[in-house]
């Protein structure tokens, strides 16, 4: 894959979590109004923990040989891929699996500030480690010229 299509892969896995985030929104709100929504709660957060699962494992897998390579910050970028990044999506996986599966208990469970420990977690990877400045297909040359 050329490093454009990696952004791309990964991005839209983003997109796919932000879209599932907000449907469990939905679906919690409906639960504040009394709704009977327990299945279907259910259903999103496993959707939302594999989802996440999946695009942490993807990630991993295209990005750590890559970046390193990208450019003269390549290295440094590697290292905290490796040493934060990692140890950030092992907790927020954790916390995603350890969400509750019953309307009254999600409600009191701090799901808001995890999704938007998620959020954050994924605009500042889209900053770093999937920027198109970062994650391009044509190699950047430095000091070229007279």
């Known amino acids: 894959m050329t490093p454009s299509e990696i952004r791309a892969a990964l991005l839209e896995q983003h997109a796919q979590i932000r879209a ?3 449907q469990i929104r939905h679906v919690a ?3 504040r109004r009394g709704e009977p929504v327990g299945e279907e709660l259910r259903t999103g957060v496993a959707r ?3 989802a996440f699962i999946e695009h942490n494992a993807r990630e991993e ?3 750590r040989p890559i970046i390193p390579t990208i450019d003269a910050w390549g290295p440094a970028r590697a290292e905290i891929m490796d040493e934060v990044h990692v140890r950030e999506h092992e907790v927020l996986r954790e916390a995603i699996l350890g969400i509750p ?3 009254r208990e999600f409600a009191g469970a701090g799901v808001e500030d ?3 420990r998620v959020l954050e977690h994924m605009d500042r990877e889209e900053r770093t480690l999937l920027s198109d400045d970062v994650l ?3 190699p950047v040359v430095v000091g070229f010229g007279g």
């Open 114 to 116: 995890l999704f938007e």
């Open 29 to 31: 709100e409906r639960a």
């Open 101 to 103: 599966h019953t309307p």
């Open 61 to 63: 897998e295209l990005l």
């Open 48 to 50: 939302l923990a594999a």
């Open 136 to 138: 391009r297909d044509d």
């Open 20 to 22: 599932l985030m907000e």
